[in-house]
């Protein structure tokens, strides 16, 4: 592997992979690097992603939406038009919700490629083992580096090893497919005896749907609610996954040394309803190009906190806080029934897709 590189990108998901791209399109030498001996698998992902339209409204201030959708139709599952969300009780609220179900392992590859189309080097089954100034350690050997983007996930230990302050809240949460036509609606399962703290859901892909939850405060394990919930539907599950969905709202600070943090790592996700595809990819843009301006041009490289905060800032800090009023009516059946009555189809679309910030 060669050890020195304008830009060293750790975790090539989507975050990671967009950043590469941006910065290797703007003629940086940019080194890709994931653990993973395959780009994307094993799939960990509900596998849902909005509609551009959609992400519009909800993310009015982001950028490059254009550029970074629509998502080539062929990586499309299933179209998707709208969502059910059922209470504890099994009372229905229907609402729209444009979208569309993907192979999130599909997906990742086709970022990942753009990503070496633009000249990117893709290293995989190279793990990020610490840092020394601009010294990084890998599996592979040592890489000397410009900026590093920490693009690794969740757990982050990248933004460890640069002492930015981490996700504080990580909610489990578990997926499986399931085989069968499940229509062009998500469904989504509330109520604590199913998903304490969180929501179960059931995605239609194409001949199959991806079934999971995700949960907060739990005391029992994801994989054995997710097991309950199966038998309580009548599926079968196989390629049973768990992960960590960040919930608590972007890190405070997420440029240090040189060190950029994007997507999960930075708490990048709508944490009303734990989607971070688009907004991982959104930022990654806004990463990759700070990266280029820095290097090329001598911009701060702070300047890519104040982009994507003007980006999706307000918008993620609003769901956080949304996901922090609803937990303590998530911790009610009784509450939760109430308040899903009250609402409608159209206040939950309000409360998940647009963090309570848009008009029903
Ligand atoms: C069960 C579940 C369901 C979800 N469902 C949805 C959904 O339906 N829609 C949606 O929009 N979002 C969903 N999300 C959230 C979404 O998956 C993430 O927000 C998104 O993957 C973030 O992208 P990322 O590039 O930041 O991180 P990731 O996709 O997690 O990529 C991080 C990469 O870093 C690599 N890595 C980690 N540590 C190291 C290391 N030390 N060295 C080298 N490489 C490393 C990993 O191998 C990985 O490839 C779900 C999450 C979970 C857990």
Redesign the pocket.
């Known amino acids: 592997m060669r050890n020195h590189c304008d830009v060293l990108v750790?975790?090539?998901?989507?975050?990671?992979s967009t950043a590469a791209r941006y910065a290797a399109e703007a003629g940086l030498d940019v080194l890709l690097?994931?653990?993973?001996k395959e780009v994307g698998l094993p799939v960990?992902?509900?596998?849902?992603?909005a509609s551009r339209e959609v992400l519009a409204k909800a993310l009015p201030g982001a950028p490059g939406l254009d550029e970074l959708f629509p998502v080539d139709p062929g990586l499309v599952q299933r179209p998707i038009r709208g969502a059910v969300a059922i209470s504890p009780g099994g009372r229905e609220y229907e609402f729209d919700l444009p979208g569309y179900t993907l192979n999130r392992d599909a997906f990742d590859r086709h970022l990942a490629n753009a990503a070496v189309r633009a000249g990117a080097v893709l290293s995989l089954e190279?793990?990020?083992r610490g840092r020394d100034g601009r010294r990084v350690i890998t599996g592979r050997g040592t890489v000397e580096a410009g900026v590093v983007v920490a693009?690794?996930?969740p757990l982050s230990?990248v933004c460890r090893s640069a002492g930015m302050e981490r996700n504080t809240v990580l909610a489990p949460?578990?997926?499986c497919r399931v085989d069968g036509e499940f229509g062009d609606r998500l469904r989504l399962f509330f109520g604590n005896s199913v998903a304490p703290g969180g929501y179960a859901w059931v995605?239609p892909k194409q001949g199959c749907a991806n079934v999971?939850l995700?949960v907060q405060g739990r005391k029992t394990p994801v994989p054995v609610l997710l097991k309950a919930f199966l038998t309580r539907m009548g599926f079968t599950g196989r390629d049973v996954q768990a992960?960590?969905?960040p919930v608590s709202g972007p890190i405070p600070e997420t440029v240090r040394e040189n060190v950029i943090a994007?997507?999960?790592?930075a708490g990048h996700?709508v944490a009303s309803n734990?989607?971070?595809?688009?907004t991982?990819m959104i930022c990654g843009r806004l990463a990759g190009l700070a990266a280029a301006r820095h290097l090329l041009h001598g911009d701060p490289l702070h300047a890519y906190e104040q982009a994507w905060r003007a980006a999706v800032g307000r918008e993620l800090l609003a769901a956080a806080r949304t996901k922090r009023m609803a937990d303590r009516i998530l911790g009610s059946d009784f509450l939760l029934e109430r308040t899903m009555a009250v609402l409608g189809g159209r206040g939950m679309r309000n409360v998940i897709v647009y963090g309570g910030l848009r008009e029903p």
């Open positions: 750790v975790g090539a998901g989507p975050a990671g690097i994931d653990k993973r960990c992902c509900g596998e849902f992603n190279t793990t990020f693009a690794d996930g230990p949460a578990v997926t995605f999971g995700g992960g960590f969905v994007v997507g999960d790592a996700v734990g989607g971070g595809i688009a991982a």
